[in-house]
């Protein structure tokens, strides 16, 4: 069964800190896509990787092939990286599996 | 560039009413559509796609139906809503030619069934 879990639920963190968020799946992929959606609720893609690493500003996606495992790493975060973050996979040449999302909180 | 713009924003209906929601593409031609659904606590569903003008996939059976008269434009529809049709609707685009294609979203729409 193509699953996507996603941890931790909830993360709340001062400013500057540095963020980890984690997800898993069940079977091999052949992409990975990490997206942010924000309390009004559009969503933004942030990244779309199949192996290594991608930078975008302070926004780090790595992924694991073998562990089946893809991290998002924020440096120095900021009160405006507060949003949801969501991991979707694509299983083969099936349809994206969403995972239920990590809502992240940057205290001032 | 490519936009995608989605509306209404907001919608609050009686049950039984009929449901509309539209979404267009701009700067790209012939792209793969979606409409996803999500609800509270869970993660999105995807509930219809199109790979071209007419071509509906539907992935889960419900009362909603989902048309595209025209190559950027994509409508979510409901003859008689339920009070379970109620959620975020999400529009999205992406390149026909892969698979792996990345997800552009439209901006969502919230719909309450009262």
């Known amino acids: 069964k193509n699953e996507v879990e996603q941890s931790p639920q909830n993360l709340t963190a001062q400013e500057g800190e540095f963020i980890t968020i984690n997800c898993s799946y069940s079977?091999?992929?052949?992409?990975l896509h990490w997206l942010q959606q924000h309390p009004g609720g559009g969503i933004v893609s942030l990244f779309m990787?199949?192996?290594g690493k991608k930078k975008h500003g302070r926004l780090i996606a790595t992924i694991n092939i073998q562990e089946k495992h893809s991290s998002l790493h924020i440096t120095a975060s900021h009160p405006r990286d507060s949003a949801v973050y969501i991991c979707a996979a694509r299983f083969g040449n099936e349809k994206l599996t969403f995972g239920t999302g990590t809502r992240l909180t940057i205290i001032p | 560039s490519q936009t995608i713009h989605q509306w209404p924003a907001t919608l609050v209906q009686p049950v039984g009413s009929p449901l509309s929601l539209e979404c267009t593409v701009e700067g790209t031609s012939n792209p793969n559509l979606y409409w996803y659904r999500q609800a509270a606590g869970r993660g999105l569903q995807l509930l219809f796609y199109s790979v071209g003008i007419g071509q509906i996939s539907s992935e889960v059976p419900q009362n909603l139906s989902a048309s595209r008269p025209q190559d950027r434009q994509f409508i979510l529809s409901s003859k008689k809503l339920l009070l379970s049709d109620s959620g975020f609707y999400l529009c999205?685009?992406?390149?026909?030619?892969?698979?792996?294609?990345?997800?552009?979203f439209g901006e969502g729409s919230r719909l309450t069934v009262l």
């Open positions: 999205a685009w992406s390149v026909r030619v892969t698979n792996t294609g990345e997800l552009f």
């Open positions: 079977v091999g992929i052949s992409a």
């Open positions: 990787l199949s192996s």
